[in-house]
Nanobody, 127 residues
């Protein structure tokens, strides 16, 4: 059974940082494009950042560029999303997702081409 498990969410003040983790159970992430998506109340779900299987290609939604960094640790079978300079508008449920090897990062993030979803982790940015 293929599972993606997110962790690292929580409550943080504006300007603070969080690191989200996406761990895989039952399969290796090495052969998948991995992405982070978020869904805020009253808004559509959006792709935040995606990374290719090789790690050589990444993309970000404009609103997080320069603040968020996606990375992969192959030894730990985990993908991270480092979120700095958090803003209240970053408040959302963050989901990890996986797409098969040849899915381009742009197609995954901005066309929503996803094969597997995690359960999500809540991120709240508030003073």
């Amino acid at each position: 059974q293929l599972q993606l498990v997110e962790s690292g969410g929580g409550l943080v003040h504006p300007g603070g940082s969080l690191r989200l983790s996406c761990a895989a159970s039952g399969f290796t992430l090495d052969y998948y494009t991995i992405g982070w998506f978020r869904h805020a109340p009253g808004k559509e779900r959006e792709g935040v950042s995606c990374i290719s299987a090789s790690g050589g290609s990444t993309d970000y939604v404009a609103s997080v560029k320069g603040r968020f960094t996606i990375s992969r640790d192959y030894a730990k079978n985990t993908v991270y999303l480092q979120m700095n300079s958090l803003k209240p508008e970053d408040t959302a449920i963050y989901y990890c997702a996986a797409a098969h090897l040849m899915t381009p990062v742009q197609a995954m993030c901005f066309r929503g081409l996803v094969d597997y979803w995690g359960q999500g982790t809540q991120v709240t940015v508030s003073s």
